[in-house]
């Protein structure tokens, strides 16, 4: 995993502490350890909606679509 050369120095060193540990002078490792990248990370509060709920509120509808505005079609 790259990490983006446009970060400011201080935010690759947090990247870097969070992803990466220096195994030797020429090595990086993959960290095992998502742990502190979990503590940040925001939850999401909501799961998504079910889908037949989602559906049955456009019950009904009518649905237009482009080309019946060009074919001329009501």
Known sequence: MKIS???WPR???MLEELL???ESALA???RESGRKINGVT???ANPPP???E?????A???IMSLIDFFLGYD
Do not use: V
Request: hydrophobic share 25%.
């Open 5 to 7: 050369p446009d970060l």
């Open 11 to 13: 935010e690759r060193e």
């Open 20 to 22: 990466y540990r220096r």
């Open 28 to 30: 990086w490792d993959f």
């Open 42 to 44: 925001i939850q999401d």
């Open 50 to 52: 079910n889908p037949d």
């Open 54 to 58: 989602f559906s049955e509120e456009f």
């Open 60 to 62: 009904g509808c009518a």
